[in-house]
Every structure is written in C-alpha cells, then in structure tokens.
C-alpha cells in the first residue's frame, strides 16, 4: 500500500475527493490517500509542499504560480476546477459600509501573505483603479479569524469564497458588498517534484480515479442534498453553486498559465517570470 499526502481547503469543492477516499476507490488501487483539511488555505498548503509535510495540493491556481515563481518545489499536473473562483468582498454585519468604493485604502483581512486572499485584495484594488500599492493587510490565518479581526475593530474587508462565507453572511456576521471572480480556472492539482519524480505512474493512477468521480460528480442522485448537508449550506445555494461550477480533467494550458503570470506581473506581486514548462507538466 502506497501512502500518498494530500492537502485542501474544507469546503464543497473537494468532496469528489473525500467521496473517493471513503468509497475505497484509492484503496483498491493500492493507493492510502490521507486527507488533511487545511483551513488556512493556499499560503499554508504552500508552506506544507515547500516543508515535505505532503505531497500533493489542491490549491488555487494563481496562488501556486506565484509561490513556484520563488521557488520550483512543485510542479501543476491538472487543473481540478476549470471555473472561476467567486470571491465575495466581506464587511462586518454591523458595518456602515456598503459598497466596494467605501472600502478604498481600507484594511484588508487576509489569511497570510502569499494566500488566495491577499493576492485577490490585490486583483480587486486594480479592478476598482485603486493605488495597490496602499492596502493595508492583516493576517488573519482562516475564516474565525477573520471574524475575530472585525469584531476587534483590526480589519475593515475580507475576502473569501462566497458560498463558504454565505451562511456567514445568512446569519448577520458578515455583509456581502460584493464579488469579485477569478479571471481563470480557480483549483489546480500541485504535487511535490521530488516525490513526483518517483511515483508518477501514482498520480497517474490518482489523477484517473478522480477524474472519473468529477466527470460524473454532478449527476450523482441528490448530490445538492449531500453537498448541502456536509458543508452546512442551504440547498438552494448549493444548487446556484453547482450550475457554476465545473470540474476539468485536463492540464494547465500554456495560454491560460501566461493570462495568470502576467497579471501576476502587472501587479508587482511576482518580480520575474518563469517558462510554462518548469512549472507545468503532463503525466
């Protein structure tokens, strides 16, 4: 039995992998796939794959490019979710803000610094023609703490999916002011070079298994009732959210991985670019 590592955010993205891990299917391939939540998101999944604590990372996509830019530990090998990520813009539910504009060089709450969270503070401040360079940051670690930084006054904004804040937003904690979507698939599968290098026949295997849950995964009988219950969602968001969600079985291509590096760029977040091919790879 082969023990693999594997990293992800807790939410309803990832189920197709934990439906896979409990239904044996990794099991039966001689594969012991352990799953660990990391609710802290793509900074500390980066850290983990830089520390040898896994060895693959379901991880936004332009998270990881940017964190390979520095440091070549890993290599893409699939996107996981071709759709855009919807980021919902988040103030306290007792705030008087209630636009994006009221929150011009304001204090964004982020989970660390290298995280979906800050790098997407950065894309939303260019959207709205904002100076990126004057967003004040507060390292939060996760969703609690991001509730804790508004109640003490630390933070004005915060950032995150916008299904998994919803019942947030639901119950009054949170005010939705608005969204802001990835402009390229959100998910991508990242696996440590070193252990890619003695077990790719693995992630072939891996990458088939999973592949097979996510082509059919939407049509699964009662699959928004299941979603709905796991993640404590109401069933109808969680309809809203699987119309726009879609799962990929195929690679990072060379046009989309430069829209991202780009913007990368432009927005002073990466000091230099590095060729698709040392960050990218097909098994």
Same mark, same amino acid.
């Given at each position: 039995?082969?023990?693999?590592?594997?990293?992800?955010?807790?939410?309803?993205?990832?189920?197709?992998?934990?439906?896979?891990?409990?239904?044996?299917?990794?099991?039966?391939?001689?594969?012991? @796939?352990?799953? %660990? *939540?990391?609710p802290e998101?793509?900074?500390?999944?980066?850290?983990?794959l830089?520390?040898?604590?896994?060895?693959?990372?379901?991880? @936004?996509?332009?998270?990881?490019?940017?964190?390979?830019?520095?440091?070549?530990?890993?290599?893409?090998i699939?996107?996981?979710?071709?759709?855009? @990520? =919807?980021?919902g813009?988040?103030?306290?539910?007792?705030?008087?803000?209630?636009?994006?504009? *009221?929150?011009? &060089?304001?204090?964004?709450?982020?989970?660390?610094?290298?995280?979906?969270?800050?790098?997407?503070? =950065?894309?939303?401040?260019?959207?709205?023609?904002?100076?990126?360079?004057?967003?004040?940051?507060?390292?939060? &670690?996760?969703?609690?703490?991001?509730?804790?930084?508004?109640?003490?006054?630390?933070?004005?904004?915060?950032?995150w999916?916008?299904?998994?804040?919803?019942?947030l937003?639901?119950?009054?904690?949170?005010?939705?002011?608005?969204?802001?979507?990835?402009?390229?698939?959100?998910?991508?599968?990242?696996?440590? &070079?070193?252990?890619?290098?003695e077990?790719?026949?693995?992630?072939?295997?891996?990458?088939?298994?999973?592949?097979?849950?996510?082509?059919?995964?939407?049509?699964?009988?009662?699959?928004?009732?299941?979603?709905?219950?796991?993640?404590?969602?109401?069933?109808?968001?969680?309809q809203?959210?699987?119309?726009?969600?879609?799962?990929?079985?195929?690679?990072?291509?060379?046009? %989309?991985?430069?829209?991202?590096?780009?913007? @990368?760029?432009?927005?002073?977040?990466?000091?230099?670019?590095?060729?698709?091919?040392?960050?990218?790879?097909?098994?």
């Amino acid at each position: 039995m082969k023990e693999v590592k594997i990293v992800g955010v807790p939410e309803h993205f990832n189920l197709p992998w934990h439906m896979c891990i409990e239904n044996g299917e990794f099991h039966e391939a001689g594969i012991d @796939l352990q799953w %660990t *939540d990391v609710p802290e998101g793509t900074g500390k999944m980066c850290q983990m794959l830089r520390a040898n604590e896994t060895d693959i990372a379901i991880i @936004l996509t332009e998270g990881i490019i940017k964190d390979l830019n520095e440091n070549q530990h890993s290599s893409i090998i699939q996107i996981f979710v071709k759709s855009p @990520l =919807i980021w919902g813009i988040h103030v306290d539910g007792k705030a008087e803000y209630n636009s994006v504009a *009221d929150l011009e &060089n304001k204090v964004s709450a982020i989970s660390r610094m290298g995280s979906g969270s800050h790098l997407m503070s =950065i894309v939303n401040a260019e959207k709205n023609n904002w100076n990126t360079n004057n967003i004040p940051f507060e390292v939060v &670690n996760n969703l609690d703490g991001a509730v804790a930084s508004f109640s003490e006054g630390k933070s004005d904004y915060f950032m995150w999916e916008k299904y998994t804040t919803k019942p947030l937003v639901d119950n009054g904690t949170f005010k939705r002011v608005g969204e802001c979507p990835t402009p390229w698939p959100c998910f991508v599968i990242a696996v440590r &070079n070193e252990f890619l290098a003695e077990n790719e026949s693995v992630m072939a295997l891996i990458l088939e298994i999973i592949n097979a849950t996510t082509e059919e995964f939407k049509y699964i009988p009662s699959i928004d009732r299941t979603l709905a219950t796991r993640y404590h969602q109401k069933l109808e968001d969680i309809q809203q959210w699987l119309q726009q969600t879609q799962w990929s079985q195929k690679n990072l291509d060379e046009k %989309t991985y430069q829209i991202v590096q780009n913007k @990368l760029f432009d927005l002073a977040i990466i000091s230099n670019k590095v060729a698709f091919n040392q960050l990218v790879k097909n098994l």
